[in-house]
């Protein structure tokens, strides 16, 4: 921030017209204040700033690059690339800053908009508006559930911005394509607003919900400290807190616990230090899961010993100007060293799932023509594929039960559990009417992995089969929230709920179904 306002001392703005001259005004405190305003997020005090700035200095680079700042920050972005036209750009600071504007208003330029009680939504028009229903559904919870918790609620509408694929998401965000696909990253909570890839761009959807929910923290978080928070601290509550708006405590998945797990057998830690500047840089997936584990768990150990009224006292003394690690010593009782040195004795004690043969996944996204990959692919040895793909070739010739043994073949071959595989089999289990083989192994990987979409889908097929519709609405449900883009699912709760004579429920789920039929 002192290296920007430096430069921002040598803007000069550019005159066209009759006068083809340069001007260039002296930084004054009040600038100073407007930069470091727009950098604690406060932008409606930096606007009173640049307002009175513009009217006294109209010349003033300095005083344009600001109000570029804040329409930047405000989601203007044609209006924020209009006043960069203006200004110079003479050091690396603001030229990239220019490139990022240009790049967010050329991949925003499409976006329509729709707005809740508390929320604006961004999007391309078409199957995406499928999302705002259920985005509606899961922040306007988190407004009230989490501003009470963390005891603030913004004054503004939040900027949530939906992009429909990963390159878009990669040119508008600090992140690499590299990064978005090592990391497993598919959100951001950055300039003021929340950013989220369109779970339709993903081979099976993701839990985008519990994602908006754990990027809404992060904006409360950065409003109510002045952006003064530790990263560290700032990702363990987003992770603690981000299944709250649905009454959900159970923070840590099954493959957080086993690497966490794991990792404290080992005395292998990823250190808060190295998390900066985000945990979509780490070097692997693992690592990223491991970095999460530890946070969360440590803001679990917090709430123990404090109860969670104490993450609104350390951000309220952050945003009056404490340095984080006073307000800490003063909230929890001694400094961050012993408090790590606490909590791994603590999370020992915990009794921690681990799962023999369990690895994270990777995020998979669609090819460019949007067509899912081949899932044999994604099997890790070269003998499990070729067993899963030669069940693939019976299967589609209808010898089930030689399939059957193929998958089983390539199931006892694999050196990890593979979700793709058990639902194959389950899959061809359900084909020959084996329901309680097929239930049998989706419960034993929904274990392993609670949230991926084909077993949640398979299960309510299970029971949807065998016409026990109530069951089969809480898988259907289930796995239409992970990838709303898959129509069977649509198609199957207008019928369940036909069914069960939920009409409220049959009509909003066809209007749902519209969007992308």
């Not at 680079?61 to 700042?69: K, M, T, V, W």
């Not at 005891?151 to 394509?177: G, H």
């Not at 080992?266 to 780490?282: Q, T």
Request: aromatic share 12%; with cysteine; net charge positive.
């Amino acid at each position: 921030m002192k290296t920007i306002l430096k430069i921002l001392l040598l803007v000069t703005l550019f005159v066209f017209g009759s006068e083809k001259c340069f001007a260039s005004l002296t930084i004054s405190d009040a600038v100073n204040n407007g930069y470091q305003l727009v950098q604690d997020w406060d932008i409606a005090s930096a606007e009173k700033i640049s307002e009175h700035l513009l009217k006294k200095y109209p010349k003033s680079g300095d005083a344009h690059f600001l109000q570029a700042r804040i329409e930047f920050m405000k989601g203007n972005y044609e209006r924020s690339w209009k006043m960069l036209l203006r200004v110079g750009d003479n050091f690396k600071e603001i030229k990239d800053f220019k490139r990022r504007v240009d790049a967010t208003r050329r991949a925003s330029n499409k976006f329509i908009s729709r707005e809740t009680e508390h929320f604006i939504f961004r999007f391309e028009e078409g199957p995406d508006e499928i999302l705002i229903h259920y985005a509606e559904e899961v922040l306007e919870k988190s407004y009230r559930v989490l501003g009470e918790i963390l005891n603030y609620y913004p004054k503004e509408k939040v900027l949530v911005e939906i992009y429909p694929d990963q390159k878009p998401f990669a040119q508008i965000s600090p992140l690499t394509l590299k990064d978005i696909r090592t990391s497993g990253t598919v959100a951001l909570c950055k300039y003021n607003r929340i950013m989220l890839i369109s779970p339709g761009s993903l081979v099976r959807g993701f839990n985008w919900m519990d994602t908006l929910s754990h990027e809404y923290v992060h904006y409360i978080l950065t409003k109510k400290s002045h952006n003064h928070l530790p990263l560290w601290m700032h990702e363990g509550l987003a992770k603690y807190l981000e299944t709250h708006w649905r009454e959900d405590k159970q923070y840590l998945s099954p493959i957080m616990e086993t690497v966490l797990s794991n990792a404290l057998k080992n005395d292998y830690r990823v250190p808060l230090e190295s998390m900066m500047p985000s945990l979509a840089k780490l070097k692997t997936a693992e690592d990223v899961q491991l970095a999460y584990a530890e946070v969360s768990s440590m803001m679990e150990y917090l709430t123990d010993l404090k109860g969670l009224n104490i993450f609104s006292q350390i951000l309220q003394d952050l945003a009056y100007g404490a340095e984080f690690k006073d307000t800490f010593i003063k909230h929890v009782g001694y400094d961050l060293t012993q408090f790590q040195n606490n909590w791994e004795s603590w999370v020992k004690n915990l009794e921690l799932k681990n799962i023999l043969g369990i690895k994270t996944l990777t995020t998979e996204f669609k090819n460019r023509k949007g067509s899912e990959n081949k899932e044999h692919i994604a099997l890790e040895s070269r003998r499990t594929r070729d067993l899963t793909y030669l069940g693939d070739i019976l299967k589609s010739r209808d010898h089930f039960k030689a399939a059957i043994i193929e998958y089983q073949k390539a199931l006892s071959e694999a050196p990890s559990h593979s979700p793709i595989l058990f639902n194959k089999l389950a899959r061809t289990y359900l084909q020959i009417q084996k329901y309680n083989e097929a239930e049998n192994l989706l419960k034993e990987s929904l274990a392993f992995f609670p949230d991926f979409h084909t077993s949640l889908a398979n299960m309510g097929e299970v029971y949807f089969s065998n016409e026990n519709y109530k069951t089969a609405k809480v898988y259907f449900e289930k796995a239409i929230r992970i990838n709303p883009f898959n129509p069977i699912l649509h198609m199957r709760l207008i019928y369940v709920y036909t069914k069960l004579g939920l009409t409220k429920k049959k009509e909003l789920q066809a209007q749902q179904f519209s969007y992308i039929d």
